[in-house]
């Protein structure tokens, strides 16, 4: 079955970078769009970022737009989620998932997702 | 970008009830709207796609319906295992995705 099993998240200052993993198993990574999405600690749902099956198109929400890269690696059937400029209100579980859409049919919608990682971001 | 609020924030249902939960977008976005489900500590898990598919591995008690900008997911008879946090999901406009703030379904 499809399983989605986030990285890298940790205590780190005000200002600083983070790099996310997402290793994938299950499904034919490089055939699936995959997501970004946040959570922070006792709130609501926050979409992070969206990178295309083949890498060649990528979408942010301006919350994290020039501070945030999405990537991945087909080889490797990772993705990842480069965050730079940390701010307090990043502080959140960062949750993988995968678009249930086929190469170019992204759909936008979410389905499954990671267990996902916490990211603290603090002096 | 499409803004959704979903109603009440917190339902409180005694088990085997009716629970009804609304979502209201901004705008249209036709049948592109989803619902998860999440207990706590869990990540959330697809529940409804399209309005009203149901999503694999949950039972015929859960049912969404609405178009446009109006939607609802009705749980028919409380289980308990069914109380959670349920978030509506818009993909019909993006980027970006959005969702709504949630409605906290807990024991009456």
């Known amino acids: 079955q499809v399983q989605l099993v986030e990285s890298g998240g940790g205590v780190v200052q005000p200002g600083r970078s983070l790099r996310l993993s997402c290793a994938a198993s299950?499904?034919?990574?490089?055939?699936?769009?995959m997501h970004w999405i946040r959570q922070a600690p006792g709130k609501g749902l926050e979409w992070v970022a969206i990178l295309s099956f083949d890498g060649s198109n990528k979408y942010y929400p301006d919350s994290v737009r020039g501070r945030f890269t999405i990537s991945r690696d087909n080889s490797e059937n990772t993705l990842y989620l480069q965050m730079n400029s940390l701010r307090a209100e990043d502080t959140a579980v960062y949750y993988c998932a995968k678009d249930p859409g086929y190469r170019s049919s992204w759909q936008g919608r979410f389905d499954p997702w990671g267990q996902g990682t916490l990211v603290t971001v603090s002096s | 970008e499409i803004v959704m609020t979903q109603s009440p924030a917190t339902l409180s249902v005694s088990p085997g009830e009716r629970a009804t939960l609304s979502c209201r977008a901004s705008?249209?976005?036709?049948?592109?709207l989803a619902w998860y489900q999440q207990k706590p500590g869990q990540a959330p898990r697809l529940l409804i796609y399209?309005?009203?598919t149901r999503a694999t591995g949950f039972p015929a008690r859960f049912s969404g319906s609405g178009s446009g900008t109006e939607f609802t997911l009705t749980i028919s008879s409380l289980q308990s295992e069914d109380f959670a946090v349920y978030y509506c999901h818009q993909y019909h406009n993006w980027p970006p995705l959005t969702f709504g703030g949630g409605t906290k379904v807990e024991i009456k």
């Open positions: 299950g499904f034919i990574f490089s055939d699936y769009g």
């Open positions: 705008q249209n976005v036709t049948t592109n």
């Open positions: 399209g309005a009203s």
